[in-house]
């Protein structure tokens, strides 16, 4: 089906028709329109048109009005101050308006065939080491962004740039060598949990760590075992991807907690660029891009100091002949943009790396890689905070375990539920629990700004108040119970029926949806998208108490109204699942 027009678009339609025709002169000038309190839209455009044909704006404002032929969509036109048009929509355009949406299954929020192919790098694990709640927001926010951009017709690819690769590696695999049962479970074949993974990889770093810093001869002979994973070494690879292996089982089981779908695949790690590094470091020296300095192969910038002053250069090569991070990104850019056809590099990364990505955004379009045609944009977000506003840290001041974190989320909302629960057998309140708790921990992420830092507060986090995943999945919750006791009525548009003032706010919210996921996705901001959601289980909060569904006057209100709650249901469960949050039936 066609992508419904909004109310919005049909208005603003008719206001430029009337502009073009009481005003010719002023060629396609925009009207201006937004949602007011005032009325339901305001448009103020004509005071910087008046201000351009050196006109009295009052006068232009009513001559616009006077030429909008009589129609079925806006009910009244008040030409209001200084030359501000109120304009009020009749209840039957509401109505029509939403059952068209009501009818697809897309809810009339356009799908761009035209789209393009965006690369979105999130969910960055490292290898060997636990996942800490610093790992949370490029996971979160990076599938949110995956399943927003998909859902408008956008080819997405997910890369999780992993950290496989580097120095540790020779330290861990040598005194795997030299310990061969470390990494052995209990039982040949067994299923291994991803808890005994990461105990067992955590218990094996502390042991080569220690080893590493008090045997000089284990050091030496680890560091040689670095140069034989970079050479390719047939038995140190077979050790290195045992590493992996394992970390693959801890990722997958914190992923899965997390509700969230990591394939295989899609796990390219700092190793899938390795063959390329040479290339790369040749193609920026020859092109002149990047120079010879004191060894090592820099890129420098003019507007990019330290704090000394002197320029900062992006090293890809080190004087030992080393490759660092430059080297990889880099690489990954060419992969990304040559064999993966991207138009669009997505990078879901700490605010604290934006310098290294500036640098080397700005090297990958001095390449040429980057261009016109291809951009690389960083999603920068900011830290995750305590309740005391500090760095998140356990008592003993260590950083906290994701693992940790989710399970307390679950317990808490899993008491939340057994508190609310009526007829849930236990399996079903540890089911709802889970939803709840890790949807909770998600949309507190999510209904933050990116860039800004949040405070991680369980409390407030699985509250019924406020603006919780949790008050509005109750919100979804209450509308299904309400169809549920409908019995034979069903939900039916009545456009020929009088809207009271909550239903109409609300059934104006909801007709705002697709216009809200084209700005969330074209400005990567998922929170865009949270604060709607909670805007509209607010106006449903507001229509619920004030209009009521299956005892109003007549039965073609009770029709009208569970038409309303049905079409705010399907509206509240599609944007939460786009933001990967789970809305059950029951709570």
């Known amino acids: 089906m066609a992508s419904v027009p909004s109310l919005a678009s049909t208005v603003q339609q008719r206001l430029a028709e009337g502009l073009s025709a009481a005003l010719p002169e002023a060629g396609s000038a925009d009207p201006l329109l937004r949602r007011s309190d005032r009325a339901d839209f305001q448009a103020n455009g004509i005071l910087a048109l008046a201000k351009q044909l050196k006109g009295n704006p009052r006068e232009l404002a009513t001559k616009v009005v006077d030429a909008i032929p009589a129609n079925d969509v806006l009910r009244e036109i008040e030409v209001s101050g200084p030359g501000f048009l109120n304009i009020t929509v009749s209840d039957a355009a509401i109505v029509r308006t939403l059952a068209a949406r009501a009818a697809d299954a897309r809810l009339g929020v356009p799908l761009n065939e035209a789209a393009g192919t965006t690369v979105i790098d999130y969910a960055q694990p490292n290898v060997a080491k636990e996942m800490h709640v610093g790992h949370l927001r490029s996971a979160v926010i990076g599938a949110a962004m995956v399943e927003i951009l998909e859902f408008t017709g956008e080819t997405v690819v997910r890369r999780h740039h992993i950290g496989d690769w580097g120095t540790q590696f020779g330290m861990l695999i040598q005194y795997l060598i030299e310990h061969p049962h470390e990494l052995d479970h209990k039982a040949e074949g067994a299923e291994v949990s991803g808890e005994e993974a990461m105990s067992n990889l955590n218990r094996l770093y502390k042991a080569s760590r220690a080893l590493f810093d008090a045997d000089e001869e284990f050091k030496t002979r680890a560091r040689a075992r670095v140069v034989d994973l970079q050479a390719g070494d047939e038995e140190t690879l077979a050790l290195w991807q045992r590493f992996v292996d394992e970390s693959k089982i801890y990722f997958y089981s914190v992923f899965e907690k997390l509700d969230m779908d990591i394939r295989d695949p899609d796990i390219v790690g700092e190793s899938g660029y390795n063959d390329m590094l040479q290339e790369t470091c040749r193609i920026l020296e020859e092109s002149g891009v990047a120079v010879r300095s004191e060894g090592a192969l820099c890129v420098f910038f003019d507007d990019i100091k330290g704090p000394d002053g002197n320029p900062v250069p992006l090293i890809v090569q080190k004087s030992d002949g080393g490759f660092g991070y430059a080297a990889t990104d880099l690489s990954a850019i060419r992969d990304r943009v040559q ?14 790396q934006s310098l290294h990505f500036k640098m080397v955004f700005e090297t990958a379009r001095r390449a040429g890689w980057l261009n016109d045609e291809v951009k ?22 260590e950083t906290v375990r994701l693992v940790d974190l989710l399970d307390e989320a679950i317990d808490r909302a899993s008491a939340v539920v057994r508190e609310k629960a009526q007829d849930l057998t236990e399996d079903e309140i540890a089911e709802r629990g889970a939803q709840v708790g890790i949807g909770a921990v998600k949309y507190a992420d999510l209904s933050t700004s990116a860039a800004r830092d949040y405070k991680f507060d369980l409390d407030q986090m699985v509250s019924l108040n406020g603006d919780t995943s949790v008050y509005l999945q109750y919100a979804y919750a209450r509308i299904q119970s309400i169809l549920r006791k409908a019995g034979d009525a069903k939900p039916a548009a009545h456009p020929e029926l009088e809207l009271a003032p909550s239903e109409r706010a609300l059934g104006l919210h909801v007709d705002g949806f697709g216009e809200v996921i084209a700005e969330t996705a074209a400005e990567y901001a998922p929170h865009k998208l949270a604060a709607y959601l909670y805007q509209l289980a607010s106006h449903y909060t507001t229509f619920y108490s004030e209009c009521p569904v299956l005892k109003a006057d007549t039965p073609e209100q009770v029709e009208n109204r569970l038409f309303l709650c049905d079409l705010t249901a399907r509206t509240l469960h599609q944007g939460m699942a786009l933001l990967g949050i789970r809305t059950p039936e029951r709570l």
């Open 339 to 352: 064999n993966l056809k991207a138009t669009t590099l997505l990078y879901v990364v700490d605010a604290r």
């Open 376 to 397: 690389a944009v960083q999603l920068a977000f900011g830290t995750v905070l305590g309740k005391d506003g500090k760095p998140f840290k356990t008592r003993e001041g």
